[in-house]
C-alpha cells in the first residue's frame, strides 16, 4: 500500500514528505491578500527563485535565505496555510483526500503533472518582467 495512505503526516520520513511535492510550481505563484476580507489572490507572478521550465526552486536548499517570504511547509502547519493551491498534495492529505492520477507517486512520471496542465509551465512570468501583481491576477490556480 502506498505510503501516504498508510501513514499521517506527522509520522512521515523526511523523505516521504518531500516527495509528496508534485513539482507544480504553484505555490510558487505571488498571491495578494486582501487586507479586508482575507481573500487570496493569484497572480501568473513567479517567484525570483522559480525556474519555469521545470517549475521546480533553482535554490531549494537556501530558499529562505534569499526569500525571506518563502513559507517552511510542515505536518503542524498546513492546516493554517489557506492559500495553498487546491491541487496541492500536502492540502489534500492534511484534508483527508487522496492523491489525483496525474500525481507523480500514484503515475510514476513527473510528465503527468504537466500533461494534466497542473504546473505552471508556460502559464508564468518573472517577477522583474511583472511590474504591478494587480495587474497579472488570475482565476487559477484554484
Known amino acids: 500500500m502506498a505510503f501516504w495512505r498508510e501513514k499521517s503526516l506527522q509520522n512521515m520520513t523526511p523523505a516521504e514528505w518531500e516527495s509528496l ?24 507572478v513567479a517567484c525570483t527563485l522559480l525556474d519555469q521550465e521545470t517549475c521546480g526552486c533553482s535554490n531549494y536548499a537556501e530558499r529562505f535565505r534569499y526569500m525571506p517570504d518563502c513559507m517552511p511547509l510542515s505536518p503542524t502547519n498546513i492546516h493554517e496555510l489557506k492559500w495553498m493551491p487546491s491541487t ?13 492520477a496525474w500525481h507523480p507517486l500514484v503515475s510514476g512520471t513527473r510528465e503527468t503533472v504537466f500533461s494534466a496542465g497542473i504546473a505552471v509551465r508556460g502559464r508564468c512570468l518573472a ?4 511590474g504591478d501583481l494587480e495587474d497579472h491576477i488570475v482565476d487559477w490556480p484554484r
Do not use: V
Open 88 to 100: 496541492c498534495a500536502y492540502r489534500l492529505l492534511a484534508e483527508g483526500k487522496d492523491l489525483p
Open 21 to 44: 511535492c508534485d513539482g507544480c510550481g504553484r505555490c510558487c505563484l505571488e498571491k495578494l491578500e486582501d487586507i479586508d476580507t482575507g481573500e487570496i489572490s493569484y497572480t501568473n
Open 127 to 130: 517577477h522583474h518582467e511583472a
